[in-house]
Structure formats: structure tokens, C-alpha cells
T-cell receptor
Framework: DADVTQTPRNRITKTGKRIMLECSQTKGHDRMYWYRQDPGLGLRLIYYSFDVKDINKGEISDGYSVSRQAQAKFSLSLESAIPNQTALYFC???????????FGPGTRLTVT | AQSVTQLDSQVPVFEEAPVELRCNYSSSVSVYLFWYVQYPNQGLQLLLKYLSGSTLVKGINGFEAEFNKSQTSFHLRKPSVHISDTAEYFCAATTRGGTSGSRLTFGEGTQLTVNP
């Protein structure tokens, strides 16, 4: 089984809809992250969490919110989806020592 | 704030040729550096990392990278590529220590295409 799982893997939604992307991990890491990937821009950090009670904005948090329900679960919500939020979204985890991040398989989101 | 620049967006090469993917970073403090690979329709997988010690770092699949502090570079190399190396490669950096540690800054990515 994969260490970091994301659901759904693909989602098409309409402008204005609320959508939640979910991430679960079995690595026992405290730190979790949400990124979005756009062609030519690499990965950009949306939100990150160093533990259940510590949630921080990344470089592009506007229009997004997150919830850390447990050490193993970190959800990303789009309150009112817009077309320029069409992207590939990745969840990642890391420990506190090596800083190496482990990525999920990604969620491809299309907002029409 | 740190930044990471990958100097080539696309690198086409022939099978069994050597390849170098270039990465420069800017940071006023010490950094940890990483190279990740993304195969089609998959997440990112760590190729190699530089934390400290030897400036030549060896990773998986025959890749290696050299940390050059004076030139603020961390170029990825492989002496002989295979078709299966076709993928997108990302360079990433984070500053050492403190609460900002482990927040990765990624480069824009380099698409490596290996042709027969």
C-alpha cells in the first residue's frame, strides 16, 4: 500500500462549487504539505502543517483552506472553485530531521 | 527569501548520451538541496539530496549531483541515459533549521526526453 494517498485522483467541478481534496499518510510523519503544480511553474506551496495544532499559509493560500483532522490526515478545500484553480494538486509529508518529502500520486482538478 | 532556477525547461538527448540538468539557487543562509523526478501520471520521487559533507552526491538510477557553494549550483548528471529516464526533473531547496526548515522551494522543472 502507498505511504501517501490522495482522493480523489481526478475531479471535474463547476465554477463556484466547494470541493475537498483529501490526503492520508501511514509514514507517521508530523509534517504535511499541500502543493499545486502548473506547467512551467513547478510546485508551489499552498499550506503546510507541522503538527495537528500548527497550520501555516504557504505562498499561494488565497482561495484555499485546510484542515488537519489527525496526524495522518490533511485536507485541502476550495471554498468556491474558479477556473484558474485547475491544476495538479500534491500532498506531501516529511519528518523533522532530514526534510525529505514524500509525495502522494496527485489529484488532477479541473474547474469548468 | 530563497529561489531556485532551473536553467533549461526542456532537454532532449539520445539514448546512451550523457546529460546535465542545471539548477541554481539563491539563499543567504545554508541550504539543503534536492532533486526529484516525476514520471508521467505519477507523484514526485526523491532522486538524491545534499544535506552536508561530500559535495558529490550519488542517487538512484545512476544519477549524481554536485553541490557548488561558490557558484550556488546543484547540477544533476548522468553519464549514460536510458529511454526510461524520460521524465520531468525538479530541483528544490530549503533552509537549514528553524521553523522554516522543510519548506521546499521548487524550480520550474526540466523535461528530459530521451530519444532512441
Amino acid at each position: 500500500d502507498a505511504d501517501v494517498t490522495q482522493t480523489p485522483r481526478n475531479r471535474i467541478t463547476k465554477t463556484g462549487k466547494r470541493i475537498m481534496l483529501e490526503c492520508s499518510q501511514t509514514k507517521g510523519h508530523d509534517r504535511m504539505y499541500w502543493y499545486r503544480q502548473d506547467p512551467g511553474l513547478g510546485l508551489r506551496l499552498i499550506y503546510y502543517s507541522f503538527d495537528v495544532k500548527d497550520i501555516n499559509k504557504g505562498e499561494i493560500s488565497d482561495g484555499y483552506s485546510v484542515s488537519r483532522q489527525a496526524q495522518a490526515k490533511f485536507s485541502l478545500s476550495l471554498e468556491s472553485a474558479i477556473p484558474n484553480q485547475t491544476a495538479l494538486y500534491f500532498c506531501a509529508t516529511s519528518d523533522s530531521w532530514t526534510y525529505e518529502q514524500y509525495f502522494g500520486p496527485g489529484t488532477r482538478l479541473t474547474v469548468t | 527569501a530563497q529561489s531556485v532556477t532551473q536553467l533549461d525547461s526542456q532537454v532532449p538527448v539520445f539514448e546512451e548520451a550523457p546529460v546535465e540538468l542545471r539548477c541554481n539557487y539563491s539563499s543567504s543562509v545554508s541550504v539543503y538541496l534536492f532533486w526529484y523526478v516525476q514520471y508521467p501520471n505519477q507523484g514526485l520521487q526523491l532522486l538524491l539530496k545534499y544535506l552536508s559533507g561530500s559535495t558529490l552526491v550519488k542517487g538512484i538510477n545512476g544519477f549524481e549531483a554536485e553541490f557548488n557553494k561558490s557558484q550556488t549550483s546543484f547540477h544533476l548528471r548522468k553519464p549514460s541515459v536510458h529511454i526510461s529516464d524520460t521524465a520531468e526533473y525538479f530541483c528544490a531547496a530549503t533552509t537549514r533549521g528553524g521553523t522554516s526548515g522543510s519548506r521546499l522551494t521548487f524550480g520550474e522543472g526540466t523535461q528530459l526526453t530521451v530519444n532512441p
